[in-house]
């Protein structure tokens, strides 16, 4: 069985990895992208972008939580809840903005798991 610390480890560096895409696009070729939309898809974009950001923002927070440093036994929930998945016909997912969105569900749903495992709930 691979420690708890590992686990947590690897999702803080995948975390970050999101976070610097995320990061990369969205200020860059994504907002030049979004800037074009009609005004509906342009929000349903934009709102996407902020769930990734409170998201990824949310893991962080609880990666770090002073009581999962050290030899880490117990987990606590994560205060953020997991959202159901993005629409197929949601405008980001013809993008490279896609993959990104997607990933920080998934980091978001490991943070959960994790703390599942330890007997907690969501």
Known sequence: MVPLRDHLGALYRDTIAVSEAARRWFDGPGRLWREELPPGPRLAASMEALGVTTRLLAVMN????????????VLGPIDCPELPPLPA?????????GPI????????ARAHQLAALNGETP
């Open 101 to 108: 969105a997607l990933a920080s569900r998934k980091v978001l």
């Open 89 to 97: 016909d949601h405008p980001l997912l013809a993008t490279d903005g």
């Open 62 to 73: 609880w990666l770090l939580r002073p009581d999962h440093y050290g030899e880490v036994t």
